[in-house]
């Protein structure tokens, strides 16, 4: 198969009700390669896999286990470096876009100087939903956190000496980035969000501004973006929270999680809609009056 000009690797576990979109929408979004690992599935991502209408551009590699997403992404980077020039590692729960709907390699393409770039987010919540509804996911969660959020978890703690009590001391949620990376200059993922790049190089903001870590210097949003539909319904969220999390670490509580989600129903977005109309299913959330 010809070398992609941008591929998703992703890790997935029990995603077939939401499969086929995310797929069907990052290929509209330009991405020509996925290569999904999936962590001990039981459900029918076989199905939905099939119905997205891109299967043809998917591989599908088994990552058993706990832990596995750092695991995968350093798999991905070693066995597919050849296969793109740049790979976007993201979850099954994320939508990386362009706001002004150019396709993403032409977006990427001013970046080539550089081995990565960090994508900022917007997370959304609820909305409102106690049970997963009929329909996308892209239509249906429309209300978010304001820019700037910030939540006390401790991860998210500029500094561990800063006083965890002050909400001063924390990061805003928006600046924690996924990678977008050049995986030829990429040696390994360090965290599910940041990745060590060769002789030392430093990913980038959109904006152009060099950065290590998982944290971005700023949040812009005007040229890439990531929805992070975090929670979907109230149900999901606690199903969500019963699985646990892909990476390490003691995972947060419901109680915790539920009290996050409250605040990432702050605001109204309808920003992807224009992108997402076109997806099999789609059916406008807001019609106008007769």
């Known amino acids: 198969m010809a070398r992609a000009d941008l591929a998703i690797g992703a890790v997935f576990r029990d995603e077939a009700p ?21 962590n001990g599935s039981t459900d029918d991502w076989q199905v939905a896999l099939a119905a997205s209408g891109a299967s043809e551009r998917v591989t599908v590699l088994s990552c058993p286990g706990p832990e596995g997403q750092v695991r995968a992404y350093r798999d991905c980077l ?81 500094s561990p000496e800063l006083d965890p009590r002050r909400i001063e001391s924390y990061r805003p949620t928006n600046s924690h980035v996924k990678s977008i990376v050049q995986p030829r200059r990429t040696l390994r993922a360090v965290t599910p969000h940041h990745f060590a790049h060769a002789g030392g190089e430093s990913a980038v903001t959109e904006n ?17 973006r990531i929805n992070h539909y975090w929670s979907k319904s109230a149900a999901e969220l606690e199903a969500k929270t019963a699985r646990g999390v892909a990476w390490r670490g003691l995972p947060p509580t419901l109680d915790f ?20 109309r076109g997806l099999p299913g789609w059916q406008p959330l807001f019609r106008a009056p007769r």
């Open 18 to 38: 939401y499969l086929a979109e995310w797929l069907a929408f990052h290929a509209r979004m330009g991405v020509e390669r996925f290569f999904l690992y999936d």
């Open 78 to 158: 070693e066995r597919f470096r050849e296969a793109a020039d740049w790979i976007a590692f993201i979850d099954l729960d994320e939508f990386l876009f362009a706001p002004d709907g150019r396709p993403l390699p032409a977006v990427l393409e001013p970046y080539r100087a550089h081995p990565a770039v960090g994508v900022n987010w917007m997370v959304f919540g609820t909305g409102g939903h106690a049970a997963r509804p009929d329909g996308l996911v892209t239509r249906n969660y429309v209300r978010r956190g304001a820019t700037g959020v910030v939540v006390p978890y401790r991860p998210y703690l500029r």
């Open 208 to 224: 152009g501004e060099p950065f290590d870590g998982p944290w971005s210097p700023s949040v812009s949003l005007s040229r890439l």
């Open 257 to 276: 999680n539920r009290s996050v989600e409250r605040l990432m129903n702050s605001e109204t977005d309808t920003t992807i809609f224009p992108l997402a």
